[in-house]
Antibody
Framework: QDLLVQSGSELRKPGASVKVSCQAS????????IYWMRQAPGQGLEYLGW????????TNAQDFTGRFVFSLDSSVGTTFLQINGLRAEDTAMYYC???????????????WGQGTMVTVSS | QSVLPQPPSASGTPGQRVIISCSGG????????VYWYQKLPGTAPKLLFD???KRPSGVPDRFSGSKSDTSASLIIAGVRPEDEADYYC???????????FGGGTKLTVL
């Protein structure tokens, strides 16, 4: 079974950093780009960016440059999202997802992680 | 404000046909495939069908999609109580150089 397993919930103070992991199992990690999304409480889905798991090249969404950093460790089939300078408005459930056909036909995300809740509060 | 407006809510009685719309433009829906996701509370979004309207395992055949020019629709033929959820459209947007999600539609089954 193809799975993406994310790390557990995190609580941070404003200004701190957090690193969320997303580990693939059941499929060839380097064959599928991994995308990241978030959903703040009571809000809709937001696209954050993606990482090419073959080259390691990250691409940030226009509204999420600078503080949001994507990386990977191919040896363990894991991608990471690090958020620096956390703000209260970053409080959200963060999801990673696999895209089919390398994203050539658009955002068909067929496998999702279970989500990681990041709470930013003083 | 989403670049893909959706009605914030929709409703239907069991067995009724429900249609949820997603509006876009030439930079997104007009030139890219549209996908629909079902979001239940406490769970990750679920893809309802691929670009050929093929449904992943476990998705009932009452779910389908259509697209015309710069708008798309999710069609639920014979809605059931377990279909109560939030539904999101998604596509690629050239102006954003990235993925655009609709604002989401909350479906209530009366």
């Amino acid at each position: 079974q193809d799975l993406l397993v994310q790390s557990g919930s995190e609580l941070r103070k404003p200004g701190a950093s957090v690193k969320v992991s997303c580990q693939a199992s059941g499929f060839q990690f380097s064959n599928y780009p991994i995308y990241w999304m978030r959903q703040a409480p009571g809000q809709g889905l937001e696209y954050l960016g993606w990482i090419n798991t073959h080259t390691g090249n990250p691409t940030n969404a226009q509204d999420f440059t600078g503080r949001f950093v994507f990386s990977l460790d191919s040896s363990v089939g894991t991608t990471f999202l690090q958020i620096n300078g956390l703000r209260a408005e970053d409080t959200a459930m963060y999801y990673c997802a696999r895209v089919t056909d390398s994203g050539f036909y658009g955002p068909a995300f067929d496998v999702w992680g279970q989500g990681t809740m990041v709470t930013v509060s003083s | 404000q989403s670049v893909l407006p959706q009605p914030p809510s929709a409703s239907g009685t069991p067995g009724q046909r429900v249609i949820i719309s997603c509006s876009g433009g030439s930079s997104n829906i007009g030139r890219s495939h549209v996908y629909w996701y079902q979001k239940l509370p406490g769970t990750a979004p679920k893809l309802l069908f691929d670009r050929n309207n093929k449904r992943p395992s476990g998705v009932p055949d009452r779910f389908s999609g259509s697209k015309s020019d710069t708008s798309a629709s999710l069609i639920i033929a014979g809605v059931r109580p377990e279909d109560e959820a939030d539904y999101y459209c998604a596509t690629w947007d050239d102006n954003l150089s990235g993925v655009a999600f609709g604002g989401g539609t909350k479906l209530t089954v009366l």
